[in-house]
């Protein structure tokens, strides 16, 4: 089975903190992406940033960055000087791309509330 | 289209009506994906589309849940006999193929009364 588990149901920080979102996932395959999605009250699931699971080097983009740990199966967000604006539920998700399927499988989610 | 659309934002109807809901992907885009998001849930798949054609249907529940694409760009799904328990957020995405990054639309919430 391909699965997807977020422990955090939710989590808050202040303004400027650096948080970080735990997530590990369960598959056989080997090649596979990595996906942290965004989804504000607007519920358009946003993409903030993706690894590739043949690549060792972490992903980074901007105050985004992650820690991929592929023989634990874990892949972590970081939020370094959070905003107001990173209010909202954060899913953790991967996609095995063979046998002509791209579908996303994602966690249950974490709620993360940023306070001034 | 600058981002994918999708239409009603919301949707109410009783049980046992048929509902269609729309999504308008990117422009160019060929690939297009379903997504169902319970509430408290992350997004279940339903079905995947490369070009015109369903590639992965795996993740519709039953058979009173159907969508096409006929041109390889609008998408709708359809679902009969609404139950209560079809009520949740309808997500469409869309991708190039070669890039593996899905964009999402803001969804459909349909109550099923």
């Known amino acids: 089975a391909q699965t997807v588990t977020q422990s955090q149901p939710e989590m808050s920080v202040q303004e400027a903190e650096t948080v970080t979102l735990s997530c590990t996932y369960d598959?056989?395959?080997?090649?596979?992406?990595l996906f942290w999605y965004k989804q504000p009250p607007s519920r358009q699931m946003i993409l903030v940033i993706r690894?590739?699971?043949?690549?060792?080097q972490n992903a980074t983009e901007n105050r985004f960055s992650v820690n991929f740990q592929k023989a634990a199966k874990s892949f972590s967000l970081k939020i370094s000087d959070s905003q107001l604006g990173d209010t909202a539920m954060y899913f953790c998700?991967?996609?095995?791309?063979?046998?002509?399927?791209?579908?996303?499988?994602f966690g249950k989610g974490m709620k993360l509330t940023v306070n001034p | 289209g600058a981002g994918v659309s999708q239409t009603p934002s919301n949707k109410v109807t009783e049980k046992g009506k048929y509902v269609e809901l729309r999504c308008d992907p990117i422009?160019?885009?060929?690939?297009l994906y379903w997504y169902r998001q319970s509430l408290g849930q992350g997004p279940e798949f339903l079905i995947y589309?490369?070009?015109?054609?369903?590639?992965?249907d795996s993740g519709l529940p039953n058979d009173r849940f159907f969508a096409v694409r006929p041109e390889g760009s609008v998408s709708t799904l359809k679902i009969q006999r609404t139950e209560r328990g079809d009520s949740a957020v309808y997500l469409c995405?869309?991708?190039?193929?070669?890039?593996?990054?899905?964009?999402f639309g803001a969804g459909t919430r349909l109550s099923v009364l």
């Open positions: 995405a869309s991708s190039l193929y070669v890039q593996n990054i899905q964009y």
């Open positions: 598959t056989s395959e080997s090649n596979y992406y």
């Open positions: 690894q590739e699971a043949y690549k060792q």
């Open positions: 998700a991967f996609m095995i791309t063979q046998g002509g399927s791209e579908k996303l499988v």
């Open positions: 422009s160019g885009h060929t690939a």
């Open positions: 589309f490369q070009g015109t054609g369903a590639a992965d």
